[in-house]
């Protein structure tokens, strides 16, 4: 069965960096786009990032552009992102997620930073605590 598994969250101080990486098993990997997404206390589910089943295209939140970065190691069927610049309204609980298929959908695309489309996505991580505090 499906399995993805996140780590490398902690905490980390404001302007410190994290990189998240998230192991997939149980599908073929490289035929899947994958997204990060994460949930702050007492808020929505927000999407952060995706990537396209190659690597080709990546995408992200207006919240997190040019300080996130997300890429995929095909071959070790992983995961990542890395976040610079951290600010404490980054504090939140990430998950990645397996896409239905091999590219971030239209609405994504364009309305991801103001909407979060759960449809889109058939199998999720447990999750990894990320806090941004001094």
């Known amino acids: 069965q499906v399995q993805l598994v996140e780590s490398g969250g902690g905490l980390a101080q404001p302007g410190g960096s994290l990189r998240l990486s998230c192991a997939a098993s149980?599908?073929?990997?490289?035929?899947?786009?994958m997204s990060w997404a994460r949930q702050a206390p007492g808020k929505e589910l927000e999407w952060v990032s995706g990537?396209?089943?190659?690597?080709?295209?990546?995408y992200y939140a207006d919240s997190v552009k040019g300080r996130f970065t997300i890429s995929r190691d095909n071959t070790k069927n992983t995961l990542y992102l890395q976040m610079n610049s951290l600010k404490p309204e980054d504090t939140a609980l990430y998950y990645c997620?397996?896409?239905?298929?091999?590219?971030?959908?239209?609405?994504?695309?364009?309305?991801?930073?103001?909407?979060?489309?759960?449809?889109?996505?058939?199998?999720w991580g447990q999750g990894t605590q990320v806090t941004v505090s001094s």
């Open positions: 997620a397996k896409d239905r298929g091999s590219r971030l959908s239209y609405q994504t695309v364009h309305y991801g930073s103001t909407w979060f489309f759960p449809n889109e996505y058939d199998s």
């Open positions: 149980g599908f073929t990997f490289r035929h899947y786009a």
């Open positions: 990537i396209y089943s190659d690597g080709s295209e990546t």
